[in-house]
């Protein structure tokens, strides 16, 4: 049974500073590893996927994985109130659909002004 | 496209009464997925379809659910008989298997209090 874990939080930094979100997985041939971004009462909203061919930077965000430790991380830069939200981590519970997913319980993250 | 459309949005009912939770995915998807999120377990998958066809429901908690697509473009979850333990937002996403992008996109959920 593949698991993932995050720490549940809240994580609180100022806005302006780097935020560093942490997930472990246990499975260690999953290859493909997902974030979602989830505002409180909304639907989970894909933000970033990296797969086992090393980290990814779109915008602010930033996907390392670490293969070894059997763990993914997603940074945000430049954090800023509206990225207030809960983010969530996931796997493919088997190689097809993104939509067949196993996920973490979320870490919330707060960005004060 | 609307994206996927859930139906209803808020559902409060009785112990014991038959509720029925409806999904319409994104046009031209053809894979969906029901979801369920709870405080102590996070966002759990139910079932989910491929072209119409159930294809792991090893996440339907008990017999009291059962899902539904009759056709590509409507999807149903229903419980019967309801049970407190039942409530939970619940949420459909449908994704295009077989492109080169298969992300799958969430409906804004539906969510159900069970009393």
């Known amino acids: 049974q593949k698991e993932v874990e995050q720490n549940s939080g809240p994580l609180s930094v100022p806005e302006g500073a780097i935020a560093s979100l942490n997930c472990t997985y246990s499975d260690r041939g999953s290859q493909s590893f997902f974030w979602y971004r989830q505002y409180s009462g909304k639907s989970p909203e894909l933000i970033m996927f990296i797969y086992s061919n090393g980290d990814k930077e779109d915008g602010r965000f930033t996907a390392q994985l670490n293969k070894a430790s059997q763990y993914v991380s997603l940074l945000i830069r430049d954090s800023q109130p509206s990225d207030s939200a809960t983010y969530l981590c996931a796997v493919p519970r088997d190689g097809g659909s993104q939509g067949n997913l196993i996920f973490g319980k979320g870490t919330k993250l707060s960005v004060k002004p | 496209d609307a994206g996927v459309i859930q139906s209803p949005r808020h559902e409060v009912t009785e112990m014991g009464q038959e509720v029925t939770l409806r999904c319409k995915p994104i046009s031209g998807h053809n894979s969906l997925f029901w979801y369920r999120q709870t405080m102590m377990r996070g966002l759990e998958l139910l079932i989910y379809?491929?072209?119409?066809?159930?294809?792991?429901d090893s996440g339907m908690p008990e017999d009291r659910f059962s899902a539904k697509m009759p056709n590509a473009s409507f999807s149903t979850l229903k419980i019967q008989p309801s049970e407190p333990r039942d409530s939970a937002v619940y949420f459909c996403?449908?994704?295009?298997?077989?492109?080169?992008?298969?992300?799958?996109?969430f409906g804004q959920g539906t969510r159900l209090t069970v009393v």
């Open positions: 379809f491929n072209n119409n066809v159930p294809i792991d």
């Open positions: 996403a449908s994704s295009l298997i077989g492109s080169g992008n298969t992300e799958a996109f």
